[in-house]
Nanobody, 124 residues
């Protein structure tokens, strides 16, 4: 089992940047694929990005391609989401998730463990 704690959220103006971090407990972190999801008020949770256990494969939703970058440091048990050129529509609670399966996933039901989320607010 793994526990996840997100940090790095906050308020930023449109065009600005934030880097989210997700710290994981447990020695098995390097065996999990990891993902970021977000949920805006009144909307369903949506996939943002995922990264394989080795860090060699990534997957992004179209709306963040070229602006967001997911990465991981297995030595620090941490996964990151660098968010650039933020827009008001990126405002949401961002969740980190871990997936035990070997296949890189992009739907929330495929992920096994979830953090509590961190709020990102982008002002226009």
């Amino acid at each position: 089992q793994v526990q996840l704690v997100e940090s790095g959220g906050g308020l930023v103006q449109a065009g600005g940047s934030l880097r989210l971090s997700c710290a994981a407990s447990g020695r098995a972190f390097s065996s999990y694929n990891m993902g970021w999801f977000r949920q805006a008020p009144g909307k369903e949770r949506e996939f943002v990005a995922s990264i394989s256990w080795s860090g060699t494969s990534t997957w992004y939703t179209n709306s963040v391609k070229g602006r967001f970058a997911i990465s991981r440091d297995n030595g620090k048990n941490t996964v990151y989401l660098q968010m650039n050129s933020l827009q008001p529509e990126d405002t949401a609670v961002y969740y980190c998730a871990a997936d035990k399966s070997p296949l890189l996933a992009a739907t929330d039901h495929e992920f096994d463990y979830w953090g509590q989320g961190t709020q990102v607010t982008v002002s226009s």
